[in-house]
């Protein structure tokens, strides 16, 4: 047997199995498996049959050259041979045959062992995990948020026109003011697109400017800190807005979560403010809980006025329906959310000295549409419905919302 080949084939399947530990998404085709099984199970024989085939030409050679030659022409004639042969094509000695086959029998059983095993991890999705489209969902979103497109459509709109601004990832810094909720920040979230394509891939970060609901409670002192870290003659982007979920039967204000039977609230600050306002407002000041109170306080007079406005139109808490009601939320924790951060970055380039440091800032607001998450459903990337897209230098604002997303619906169904 050649050891090259046997030591191919024991790396292959070494590798195999650090793949399969290690619970790689990419594993080794059965039919590669099987090769490597075939390869190795041979081992065994080939070493014994490599045996028989060296003596067979060790005594050929003696007695081809003992008619007309003495014996050390004849072993002159075996060195010569043995001297021409490559170092990795040379014959096994016993000894090494000895070895090698019971190493090669044990690779081949746990080749067969890995083998089964691949089978079973690659056989077909069973029926409960069969990913399902959801006409429900669909027609919620394009009803009440009708500019709502993929994350990665905003993504490849939003870094095509920074770039053209000289966005570099050597020159920009990323904010991010979302909810807390876990669900806005998966791996094909808007806001993990925007630093993979703004930012340096190794060393780029996310500063998180927002709280419940999307609001930038870092307040004057968190501004300061983030636009301090801001490459010298750099640029600047924000991410902000509220969430809402979507459930697969187009409920707007649920969500399905992973892990989960049922869907459950998405924005629960949002929605939990609306509850707190229809049953009469909140209680006294709680300082663990100021953030929903300053939600539930911004919102109160927006939702009345509406309400006002609603009173004789016979539906309940003069909303026609709850998908209606907690959409009129949702744009409405929108505009908290806008009003907060344009105040905020207003304050900060307004300081002397701001426009010597930073070259421009620009805003991105809309709304975060979250899609179920979960076995059984499409899951992936969410939605977002784009409300601002501006940037600020200290020549003043260009608003950018109709070059990137003039064939979008602005604003949602309220």
């Not at 640029?235 to 969430?243: M, Q």
């Not at 406005?309 to 998908?323: P, R, Y």
């Not at 207003?346 to 899609?371: C, H, M, Q």
């Amino acid at each position: 047997m050649k050891t090259g080949s046997l030591s191919a084939a024991l790396s292959l399947l070494l590798l195999s199995f650090e793949a399969a530990s290690s619970n790689a998404f990419v594993l080794p085709p059965t039919n590669s498996i099987a090769a490597i099984t075939s390869t190795i199970t041979s081992a065994r024989f080939a070493a014994a049959s490599d045996t028989e085939s060296s003596t067979s030409t060790s005594t050929g050679t003696s007695t081809g050259t003992s008619t007309g030659t003495s014996t050390g022409a004849s072993t002159s004639t075996s060195t010569s041979t043995s001297t021409s042969t490559s170092t990795s094509d040379r014959v096994m000695t016993a000894r090494e045959a000895r070895i090698a086959a019971p190493l090669s029998a044990m690779a081949a059983s746990a080749g067969l062992a890995l083998a089964s095993a691949l089978t079973v991890t690659i056989s077909a999705p069973q029926p409960a995990n069969a990913v399902v489209g959801s006409p429900d969902f669909d027609a919620s979103l394009r009803t009440f948020f009708p500019g709502a497109v993929p994350n990665s459509v905003i993504n490849l709109r939003v870094t095509k026109r920074l770039k053209d601004r000289d966005y570099r990832p050597y020159n920009t810094i990323l904010g991010a003011s979302l909810c807390s909720d876990e669900i806005d920040t998966t791996a094909l979230s808007l806001v993990q697109n925007l630093q993979k394509s703004l930012t340096l891939t190794k060393d780029g970060g996310v500063f998180n400017l927002g709280g419940l609901g999307g609001v930038p409670f870092v307040g004057k002192s968190g501004f300061g800190a983030f636009l301090s870290h801001v490459p010298t003659k750099g640029n600047v982007i924000i991410l902000y807005g509220p969430h809402v979920g979507i459930s697969n039967e187009g409920v707007v204000g649920k969500v399905e979560r992973v892990g989960q039977a049922n869907p459950s609230t998405s924005c629960g600050a949002g929605i939990g403010a609306y509850k707190a306002i229809k049953a009469g407002g909140r209680g006294p000041n709680d300082k663990f809980d100021y953030q929903e109170e300053f939600i539930i306080d911004e919102l109160t007079p927006k939702l009345q006025s509406l309400l006002e406005q609603q009173k004789n139109s016979g539906a309940v808490n003069g909303f026609i329906n709850s998908n209606t009601a907690l959409t009129t939320v949702t744009v409405n924790m929108f505009d908290i959310v806008n009003d907060v951060m344009e105040g905020q970055v207003e304050a900060a380039y307004s300081k002397p000295g701001f426009w010597d440091k930073i070259s421009e800032v620009t805003l991105l607001g809309g709304i975060v549409v979250n899609r179920g998450h979960g076995a059984g459903l499409v899951g992936g990337e969410d939605f977002f419905q784009p409300l601002q897209f501006k940037t600020i230098t200290k020549n003043g604002e260009i608003d950018m919302w109709d070059q990137v997303f003039g064939d979008l619906k602005r604003g949602g169904a309220y």
